[in-house]
């Protein structure tokens, strides 16, 4: 047994805790949760515990359907909200074959193995995501209209003592669990919040990512309201994204950060955000995966960037511009530690584990093959028009869940990141939400056409 796990079993009896919660995370980005009893850890961290993957979605087909759960020791953590004694603990878990190889369905290898890639060129890579999402004042039956906790706006302060009080206790749970916090604030939505977690490894961050929806369900749950990642739960108001900054470094050097160059961006993050571009339509199935995501993504369409909520929906990338895809901060001369870029597509809901996989497998490849960055977009790319943009050689994202399974299939670098097994499930599922959304007949078809046609 190594020192990790020996620091588990000792803290399990040092505070009382008799359920350790087993995590994983099925392909569409659902967390999974198996209890065991204290006895049964030496065990798991020797050999796995064993369950039926064929019953987790996305997972394994009938035949091949044992699977482990294997705890990985670096993720322990007891469970603030379960403080009363005997106590809970979670680990995250990487699934594993009855052969003891690691199954190619489980996200967190997916991700790992992309590492893994990265570090062969000498590269860790640290994400650092701002965490969108609403809160609403209860949980929304069926057919019911969701209702925010407020009628705030960006940055607003003292009148929405819910939304206020809901941060505290959320930002004190996280940080209690070892989830550092950078910035919160309200975001622009009624009721729409925003949390940034400290920068990471993008494994740590994507484990990060999957405890924080559970945390930010269970605090708001504790305040008597709910909390929801829906990509665009409103028509009228701004979707919730999860606007990604990213960096590559080599040992303690950040790899994008080269002094006197422009924007301080080393050529390494030149071809990174190359990458990143030309492969940006294949990948956007796995970083915005659901029919809603595009809502958001196009919800600003014909208007502005304001109905839009900020959401990029355009290939480009800019120097502090808000409009584009990929944005380059401004950078603190002081600090080249810290440039990054900022991916802005992705929502919440994706799965973290794919969605970090796929993009920096675009940003290698960049690299890798030297990709050659076009000229960056300094105007608002919302506010050109169609022909303007193609001028300027900006193509759009997909338009939506359809188009985006088109660009997915055709792919030969998500299919290698995800690899078969991932890549045809999630292309099967996907489909199957696409035309069972088709087929729907909705209530805005019903209030324009019964009457009028
Ligand atoms: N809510 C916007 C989005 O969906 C982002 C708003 C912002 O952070 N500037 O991406
Ligand atoms: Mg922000
Ligand atoms: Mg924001
Ligand atoms: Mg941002």
Redesign the pocket.
Same mark, same amino acid.
């Given at each position: 047994m190594d020192r990790q796990q020996e620091f588990v079993l000792r803290t399990l009896e040092e505070r009382d805790i008799r359920f350790i919660r087993l995590w994983f995370t099925d392909v569409l980005g659902f967390l999974k949760s198996v209890a065991v009893a204290p006895a049964e850890l030496e065990q798991a961290f020797a050999e796995g515990i064993g369950f039926d993957g064929s019953s987790i979605e996305g997972f394994a087909r009938i035949h091949e359907a044992d699977m482990l759960a294997k705890p990985d020791p670096s993720t322990f953590q007891v469970l603030p909200w379960r403080s009363e004694a005997p106590g809970t603990a979670r680990i995250f878990c990487d699934i594993l074959m009855p052969d003891s190889t690691p199954s190619f369905a489980d996200p967190r290898y997916v991700l790992k193995r992309t590492l893994a890639r990265a570090a062969d060129l000498g590269f860790t890579f640290y994400t650092h995501p701002?965490l969108?999402f609403y809160l609403l004042k209860e949980q929304v039956a069926e057919g019911g209209k969701p209702e925010p906790v407020d009628s705030g706006g960006?940055f607003d302060h003292t009148p929405h003592r819910a939304a206020h009080d809901f941060r505290r206790s959320a930002i004190m749970m996280l940080e209690s669990m070892g989830i550092s916090v950078e910035y919160s604030h309200h =975001?622009?939505?009624p009721g729409?919040q925003?949390i940034d977690l400290r920068y990471a490894d993008a494994l740590t961050t994507a484990d990060n990512i999957m405890t924080f929806r559970l945390v930010m369900k269970e605090v708001a749950l504790e305040h008597g309201v709910f909390a929801s990642f829906m990509?665009?739960p409103f028509t009228e108001q701004?979707?919730?994204?999860?606007?990604t900054h990213m960096s590559l470094f080599e040992g303690d050097r950040n790899a994008f950060y080269e002094p006197g160059a422009e924007y301080q961006l080393s050529k390494v993050g030149r071809a990174f955000i190359a990458g990143v571009l030309r492969h940006a339509a294949e990948l956007t199935a796995v970083t915005n995966q659901w029919v809603n995501s595009y809502k958001?993504?196009w919800?600003g369409v014909g208007a502005s960037a304001g109905a839009?909520? =900020?959401?990029?929906p355009y290939i480009c990338w800019g120097h502090n511009n808000?409009s584009a895809l990929v944005r380059v901060p401004m950078y603190k001369p002081q600090k080249g530690h810290a440039t990054r870029i900022e991916f802005?597509?992705l929502?919440t809901a994706c799965n973290p584990y794919l969605a970090f996989a796929v993009i920096l497998g675009a940003g290698l490849k960049g690299i890798e093959e030297g990709y050659e960055l076009p000229p960056g977009a300094e105007d608002d790319v919302w506010a050109l028009t169609t022909a303007e943009r193609r001028a300027m050689g900006i193509q759009p994202l997909p338009q939506s869940l359809d188009e985006a399974i088109v660009e997915m299939e055709r792919s030969d670098l998500v299919a290698e990141v995800l690899g078969e097994h991932v890549f045809d499930f999630f292309l099967r599922n996907k489909r199957a939400e696409w035309e069972d959304y088709r087929r729907q007949v909705t209530e805005y078809e019903r209030d324009r056409y019964l009457k009028v046609l």
């Open positions: 701002e969108e960006y =975001e622009g939505g729409q925003e990509p665009k701004p979707g919730s994204g999860m606007h958001r993504l919800g839009g909520g =900020e959401a990029p808000r802005r597509s929502d």
